[in-house]
């Protein structure tokens, strides 16, 4: 059984474009939701994290929107670059309780 | 944040045989986790090592299969033993930074593993 669902697999996306990765959980008690970020040889990065009290959260250009009663958070990134293409993972936790769960991840391409 | 060596980066292994893998991080820290990314996929949690105390196993993952010692606070291992093919992975040491403002995982670069 899958906690995280990641969609889509892949996406392509022109230079200056909008990025949005989405991704649903199914355990109500999750309260914590980051996105990592990912590069070819690398270990994943954190990008952002949101925790279910807020409905947004932005850090430059990457912003997660959280849908509660969904069960869904999304990560949106502006003006795409091509420094923008990795790999990214969303993933959930229960905070002091759980590890990490990780959807399956979206290969991003942003294309000039 | 806390900084994650790992060793070896990548290696090429026999059928058969065991790789240690270590894991040294710069601060001192109750949880580190073993994650295995194979080629393309997800990570999947393999165990949670505290110190002090047996790591605990997730689902499809045993002892006998991977070890894991964790000496101190900075640092532990994981062995693959009697490697097959299907072990080639990417292996990632991760901690839980809980002096973050989010307790914050934080991944080493990960250790390549080829099983001939």
């Known amino acids: 059984q899958q906690q995280v669902k990641q969609s889509p697999q892949s996406l392509i996306v022109q230079k200056g474009g909008i990025s949005i990765i989405n991704c649903a959980y199914e355990n109500t008690a999750f309260d914590y939701f980051p996105w990592y970020q990912q590069f070819p040889g690398k270990g994943p990065a954190l990008l952002i994290a949101i925790r279910p009290d807020v409905s947004e959260k932005k850090e430059g250009r990457f912003t997660i929107s959280f849908n509660k009663s969904a069960k869904q958070f999304s990560l949106h990134i502006m003006d795409s670059q091509p420094g923008d293409s990795a790999t990214y993972f969303c993933a959930a936790s229960i905070r002091g309780n759980t590890p990490l769960v990780f959807g399956k991840g979206t290969r991003l391409s942003v294309i000039a | 944040s806390a900084v994650i060596s790992q060793k070896p980066s990548r290696d090429i292994c026999q059928r058969g045989t065991s790789l240690t893998i270590q894991c040294q991080v710069d601060s001192q820290v109750t949880m580190m986790f073993w994650y295995r990314q194979q080629p393309g996929q997800s990570l999947t949690l393999i165990a949670t090592a505290n110190q002090g105390s047996e790591a605990t196993y997730e689902s499809g993952f045993v002892i006998d299969k991977f070890p894991i010692s964790r000496p101190n606070l900075t640092f532990s291992t994981l062995t693959v033993s009697n490697m097959s093919p299907e072990d080639s992975s990417i292996y990632l040491c991760?901690?839980?930074?809980?002096?973050?403002?989010?307790?914050?995982?934080?991944f080493g670069e990960g250790s390549r593993l080829t099983v001939l």
């Open positions: 991760s901690v839980e930074d809980r002096g973050g403002t989010a307790g914050e995982l934080f």
